[in-house]
């Protein structure tokens, strides 16, 4: 019996470092089982290899949670869908309730505009300049297509000087402080307009109403105008607005009477007694409009 073969035989440990390897143990007829190694070498790479598989998955678990996590956590929790949906807009039984009181105004309106009118009513209110070139600027005017040329002016506080007939009386009565006078002419045909003023628009009107077909202004000629209306018939009006009364007197710088068929002299006095209107209101808007922008 040989030394060795007495006791168990002992196979080659893989997981042993080589020094604790059986043929290390001092035998000298002892050799490594080069089968048993390979087989162990192969296990254990096929081990190592399972090892990294399982670490990838278990990794790949371990980022996909954390990702679901900061998910969660920016959606504020997890009853939120997904980010960008309208669902993260509050709904309108979120929004707050108007409970307030609602503001109310209380209704304003603008001042009535101010009626020009009142401005020629009466001498305290109507103190705008006044004078013939004033009242009638320029030296014609026009009415449609028609141009008349302006003539001689005058003014006098003495009213019935320049008037006849029945009007110096009614003038007169009704305290006339005043009598502007201007004459136009057109085609042999001569009108004289007489604007008398006074201090109160009831004035004004009690000699409207007091003048009959006799009363009548003086014309009013020179610089150029022949003698008109003098012992001829002629054709007169007469008329009011606010203070002022108008007067025209209209007729053929001839001499020549005034009949019915004679439209000229008709439409010169129509048109004169329209224009001197339009100055006498245009007076008042002017100084209504200047009260308005104080």
């Known amino acids: 019996m040989s030394f060795g073969q007495g006791g168990p035989q002992q196979q080659w440990d893989p997981w042993k470092p080589n020094n604790q390897q059986p043929w290390n143990s001092g035998g000298a007829d002892q050799s490594p089982d080069w089968a048993a190694l390979a087989d162990a070498s192969e296990a254990r790479a096929k081990r190592r290899r399972l090892l990294f598989i399982g670490g990838g998955a278990l990794a790949t678990v371990a980022i996909g949670a954390a990702v679901a996590v900061a998910v969660v956590s920016a959606n504020g929790g997890g009853d939120q869908t997904s980010p960008g949906t309208s669902s993260q807009l509050p709904g309108a039984a979120d929004l707050p309730s108007a409970t307030g009181t609602v503001p109310s105004f209380a209704p304003t309106s603008a001042p009535p505009p101010l009626d020009p009118k009142d401005f020629i009513a009466s001498a305290r209110k109507d103190k705008a300049p006044l004078?013939?070139?004033i009242l009638f600027p320029g030296t014609q005017l026009t009415m449609g297509e028609t141009v008349y040329k302006k003539g001689p002016t005058a003014d006098t506080e003495n009213c019935a000087s320049a008037a006849k007939a029945t009007l110096p009386k009614v003038l007169t009565d009704n305290d006339c402080t005043r009598l502007i006078r201007v004459t136009y002419t057109k085609d042999g045909v001569a009108v004289t307009v007489g604007v008398a003023v006074f201090g109160t628009e009831a004035q004004?009107?009690?000699?409207k109403q007091q003048a009959d077909t006799k009363s009548i202004v003086k014309s009013l000629s020179g610089g150029g105008v022949k003698?008109?209306?003098?012992?001829?018939?002629?054709?007169?009006?007469?008329?009011?607005?606010?203070?002022?009364?108008?007067?025209?007197?209209?007729?053929f710088t001839n001499g020549e009477d005034v009949t019915p068929?004679?439209?000229?002299?008709?439409?010169?006095?129509?048109?004169?007694?329209?224009?001197?209107?339009?100055q006498i209101?245009?007076?008042?808007?002017?100084?209504?409009?200047?009260?308005?922008?104080e």
């Open 261 to 278: 068929k004679d439209t000229a002299v008709f439409s010169t006095g129509d048109d004169l007694q329209e224009f001197t209107f339009r």
């Open 227 to 251: 003698d008109f209306c003098v012992g001829a018939v002629c054709r007169s009006t007469t008329n009011s607005y606010g203070r002022y009364a108008y007067f025209t007197l209209a007729g």
């Open 281 to 293: 209101r245009r007076r008042g808007e002017a100084q209504a409009s200047a009260a308005a922008n």
């Open 204 to 207: 004004a009107i009690g000699a």
């Open 131 to 133: 004078s013939p070139d």
